[in-house]
């Protein structure tokens, strides 16, 4: 007798007598679903706190640092469309670029230095081109660094640039194996790569960021010139950049960049990513105010011509009465104008004839900040680029800002909307002021502009 007709009843020494219920059968549908459900409620919380997924740089940033800026939903411009109250000018929204041609973060509170705002416009990319405007590599041509923005490549208004500041209380708190001081900058661009690796990339972006998320590639950078023990370990080189018909002594990061970067925005030369040199900060003329009047010569960074510019929202929400909307352009948001200092308050293009003015904190009233206003803001077609999205309209506000805003006998056929500013100091030996939202704004001398182009 074998070992199943010895201990097993007879009705069950076969398999062919054994008859489950069906509601008895141990995986039917119900019971898997409450299993997944189960296991899911139990691992996403594990999930959520302890990712699968390679960490990136930035992530150690938060333990030590804060970073700067207004989030979206809370952005003093939220309510720019309403009716000013007359005479009550006052500023509504303070914006700084750390990249030249790329997203903005927007500041409750800024700090003034010769150059314009702290942090605005020290970093520019730049491509490698012949003398000649051609493809770089031309051996009959010394080549040459230009900068580009978004007039020629409107998806630098897409990159994600961060500026993270090294917080007091964190740093304080606990035993840590590194503790930097240092202020970062985290340059982020839409990249997935091939393949199994793509698609591991979005799983990872949704459940990090959110269903909306996509993958995404970073840069992170110190923002502070590097000492020069560090340029030389990074292999970075001095190089000179052109801007405009302008030239400026600065440091190629441009080994930092991922070659993704590149064909995401579509540039085929060479790309450099340039810090302005300290040393080799470009002079401003012009319609600057001299140096024995502002008591320093004005310089700038990475700016266009001024340190700062000034844009009344009254002004961009007249012009907008003007500009013929489509489905490419149902509004017209201000952050397309790239201003500085974006005032509320004040009529429509009131700005236009400011050459001198002063904020003022109503709270505390020894905390001003005087700025001499140079010259008009001629606009060329980068407006037309929607900052959200990168899309260029084919015209608007390009062509209203052209029939409706040529004002400037010094700039025939340009329209003109904001103003470029200087800022002066009351002791231009230790220069720097601060601005903060909410202070008021008063002229204090008007006058007549004429654009003097360089």
């Known amino acids: 007798m074998g070992y199943m007709d010895k201990y097993l009843p007879a009705s069950n020494a076969t398999a062919a007598n054994i008859t489950i219920p069906a509601a008895a059968a141990p995986f039917d549908t119900a019971s898997v679903l409450v299993l997944i459900v189960t296991l899911c409620a139990f691992c996403a919380p594990v999930f959520v ?12 940033l938060p333990v030590t640092h804060t970073r700067l800026g207004l989030e979206p939903s809370k952005s003093n411009l939220r309510g720019h469309r309403a009716a000013d109250r007359a005479g009550s000018g006052a500023v509504n929204s303070l914006f700084i670029y750390p990249i030249k041609s790329c997203s903005g973060i927007e500041v409750t509170r800024a700090k003034v230095v010769q150059t314009g705002l702290e942090f605005d416009r020290l970093f520019t990319f730049a ?8 493809e770089s590599g031309a051996d009959d041509q010394p080549a040459l660094w230009e ?20 917080d007091l209380d964190k740093l304080r708190g606990g035993e840590r194996e590194t503790k930097s001081d240092e202020t970062f900058l985290v340059l982020r661009f839409p990249h997935r790569r091939r393949g199994a690796a793509g698609l591991m ?17 970073e840069v992170l950078l110190p923002v502070a010139f590097p000492s020069a023990a560090d340029i030389t370990a990074k292999g970075y080189t001095r190089e000179r950049v052109r801007v405009w018909k302008d030239t400026a002594t600065a440091l190629n990061m441009g080994n930092e960049l991922p070659e993704a970067l590149a064909r995401y925005l579509g540039v085929s030369n060479r790309l450099g990513l340039f810090r302005i040199d300290p040393a ?9 105010p001299a140096r024995e009047t502002a008591g320093y010569q004005p310089v700038v960074s990475f700016q266009d011509s001024y340190p700062l510019h000034v844009l009344g929202l009254s002004s961009v929400r007249d012009l907008e009465t003007q500009v013929k909307k489509d489905a490419d352009l149902r509004d017209l948001d201000p952050t397309r104008f790239r201003a500085n200092i974006l005032v509320s308050g004040t009529p429509a293009y009131d700005e236009d004839s400011w050459t001198k003015f002063r904020l003022t904190d109503p709270s505390h009233n020894e905390d ?7 010259c008009r803001t001629t606009r060329c077609k980068l407006p037309n680029v929607n900052p959200a999205t990168g899309i260029r309209h084919p015209v608007e506000p390009d062509r209203t800002l052209r029939s409706s805003r040529e004002i400037d006998e010094g700039a025939p056929k340009k329209g003109c909307l904001g103003m470029q500013v200087t800022p002066l ?10 601005l903060v939202v909410g202070m008021s704004v008063e002229v204090l001398e008007r006058g007549g502009h004429f654009f003097k182009a360089a």
Do not use: M, N
């Open 201 to 217: 990339q979005a799983f990872a972006a949704k459940c990090l960021r959110g269903w909306s998320a996509v993958p995404e590639d």
């Open 425 to 434: 100091f009351d002791k231009p030996e230790s220069p720097e002021s601060y």
């Open 368 to 374: 001003q900040s005087v700025f001499h206003v140079s």
């Open 49 to 60: 706190l302890f990712p699968p997924f390679p960490p990136r740089k930035s992530d150690a």
């Open 147 to 166: 900068i580009i923005t978004q007039r020629a490549f409107p998806l630098l208004a897409t990159l994600g640039v961060e500026l993270w500041q090294p």
């Open 127 to 134: 491509q490698l081109k012949s003398a000649a405007g051609g």
């Open 280 to 288: 080799g900060l470009r002079p401003v003329f012009r319609c600057a």
